[in-house]
T-cell receptor, first 112, second 113 residues
Framework: NAGVTQTPKFQVLKTGQSMTLQCAQDMNHNSMYWYRQDPGMGLRLIYYSASEGTTDKGEVPNGYNVSRLNKREFSLRLESAAPSQTSVYFC???????????FGPGTRLLVL | DQQVKQNSPSLSVQEGRISILNCDYTNSMFDYFLWYKKYPAEGPTFLISISSIKDKNEDGRFTVFLNKSAKHLSLHIVPSQPGDSAVYFCAASAETNAGKSTFGDGTTLTVKP
């Protein structure tokens, strides 16, 4: 039982490049989330998916897109990376939207 | 406007003593509160939660207190252990906005042996 897995663990991009962060969970959870954490700050919600087939914006959605591929997988795409998107990205899942979230280990992204 | 605030960036306590971490919120619609613990290079892990219908919840060494009138909650760890050294995040959500948790900036707890 791996829980929530994220790939890659670390990525360096140049400004303007695109990439997709992958997230998968094996707990049969309905809800999935993407957060970013900047140094000295808390987690800020980028997008979430309350259930398969639905997605909704969080606090900081600009510059990102998401896809809830199926119940297990929720990807985050940066179409044109900017230095301001340098951060640690966490994926999380929960059985239902209002319940405790389980987090992946994070993806460290550096945009030069 | 930060809706969830953890005003102490860091806290240092001696092993065996009590650790008290505080969290304030401004949104009166918040009705569910959680504490997460985070070690370096790992994702946050759930610690304990409390709903607005309660004012206290205990789980072993961890107790969360909620004061709705003051919009304040606190996490007590008794006794503190060196393995408790981590960053602690307070988070809040509203039933009407389920899924949208708002996190504080975290408090780094150091427990000295």
């Amino acid at each position: 039982n791996a829980g929530v897995t994220q790939t890659p663990k670390f990525q360096v991009l140049k400004t303007g490049q695109s990439m997709t962060l992958q997230c998968a969970q094996d707990m049969n959870h309905n809800s999935m989330y993407w957060y970013r954490q900047d140094p000295g700050m808390g987690l800020r919600l980028i997008y979430y998916s309350a259930s398969e087939g639905t997605t909704d914006k969080g606090e900081v959605p600009n510059g990102y897109n998401v896809s809830r591929l199926n119940k297990r997988e929720f990807s985050l795409r940066l179409e044109s990376a900017a230095p301001s998107q340098t951060s640690v990205y966490f994926c999380a899942s929960s059985e239902l939207a209002e319940e405790t979230q389980y987090f992946g280990p994070g993806t460290r992204l550096l945009v030069l | 406007d930060q809706q969830v605030k953890q005003n102490s960036p860091s806290l240092s306590v001696q092993e065996g003593r009590i650790s008290i971490l505080n969290c304030d919120y401004t949104n009166s619609m918040f009705d569910y509160f959680l504490w997460y613990k985070k070690y370096p290079a790992e994702g946050p892990t759930f610690l304990i939660s409390i709903s607005s219908i309660k004012d206290k919840n205990e789980d072993g060494r961890f107790t969360v207190f909620l004061n709705k009138s003051a919009k304040h909650l606190s996490l007590h760890i008794v006794p503190s252990q060196p393995g408790d050294s981590a960053v602690y995040f307070c988070a809040a959500s509203a039933e009407t906005n389920a899924g949208k948790s708002t996190f504080g900036d975290g408090t780094t707890l150091t427990v000295k042996p």
